[in-house]
């Protein structure tokens, strides 16, 4: 798909993926509505784009409330947006019982509840376009169920199995579905605990100017298939698929080191107030 000409919604636009998102597919001549929650962060973005013959536009909004979901479907078909990219999202590093009702029912909302009631309405829109996409961004840990993660990762699996079924769903119009799942990368959604723990642990981290550029090449060459990025976390993936006990021993071997960095006391205080959010903070 050409990129050149095209109108992007883009949520989540002022985190680390979102901002190095709307740097590249500026470059490539795509029109960008950015959606966020702080105005500032979003206005300096859109400054430092590279021009298109229509001028970008930015749209503050909390995409949890769907009166403004609304809204912003109605400017969404004034501007005929041709590609919508979920990429607004949420993390929490946390053992299950040391989260808080709040900080449960806010990740889940942001990570699954918008994209999906966002691509709901903006799919009429969509489907009047001669090349349409619906594009969520994802987690490994969407296919890969890891320990402190698990509300985070039902949120992931959940949006996977969206993406999926959707894609299913829509195989008889002009709107393709991708489901991209970036590995562990270095953004503000990662707190100091989960950096630490990273790094005692070997888990490597990608640039976000790599997905960004890793998703534009993805649309560019029309490849639209779900893919989880980065080896071995591809391969564990494929593990966990097809012999998930064997996913469970080797994590079993790391239970307490994890354990160890997930529930600190310094992370469970902060962690009970609420969630990390990514590209919506100002």
């Given amino acids: 798909m050409q990129l050149a000409g095209k109108t ?9 993926i979102g901002r190095c998102l709307a740097l590249q597919l500026a470059q490539a001549g795509a029109r960008l509505i950015l959606v966020g ?16 013959d229509q001028p970008h536009r930015t749209l503050v909004a909390d995409l949890r409330q769907q009166s403004e979901r609304e809204a912003l479907a109605v400017i969404c078909s004034d501007l005929q947006v041709d590609i ?11 053992w299950l019982e040391d989260s808080s009702s709040e900080a449960i029912t806010d990740l889940l909302e942001l990570n699954l509840n ?3 009631q966002l691509t709901r309405l903006l799919l009429p829109v969509l489907k009047t376009r001669p090349e349409a996409a619906v594009i969520n961004i994802g987690s490994a840990l969407g296919s890969i169920g890891y320990p402190g993660y698990s509300v985070y990762s039902a949120s992931k699996f959940g949006l996977r199995g969206f993406s999926e079924a959707l894609r299913r769903e829509l195989a008889d119009t002009a709107v393709q579905v991708m489901h991209l799942s970036p590995r562990a990368t270095r953004t503000a959604l990662n707190s100091n605990r989960v950096v630490a723990m990273n790094e005692a642990m070997g888990v490597a981290m990608d640039a976000p100017e790599y997905v960004a550029r890793t998703l534009v090449e993805r649309i560019r060459e029309d490849r639209w298939s779900a893919q989880v990025l980065g080896w071995p976390e591809r391969f564990y993936a494929w593990v966990n698929a097809c012999a998930p006990a064997m996913t469970d021993g080797s994590i079993r071997k790391q239970l307490a080191r994890i354990r160890g960095f997930a529930q600190n006391s310094d992370n469970r205080q902060g962690r009970k107030a609420g969630v990390s959010h990514t590209g919506e903070a100002s």
Avoid: Q
């Fill in 8 to 16: 992007v919604l883009l949520t989540g636009a002022s985190g680390g």
């Fill in 37 to 52: 929650r702080g105005l500032k962060t979003l206005e300096a973005l859109c400054a430092s784009l590279a021009p298109v």
């Fill in 84 to 94: 919508l990219i979920n990429n607004a999202g949420a993390g929490e590093f946390n």
């Fill in 114 to 116: 918008v994209p999906i």
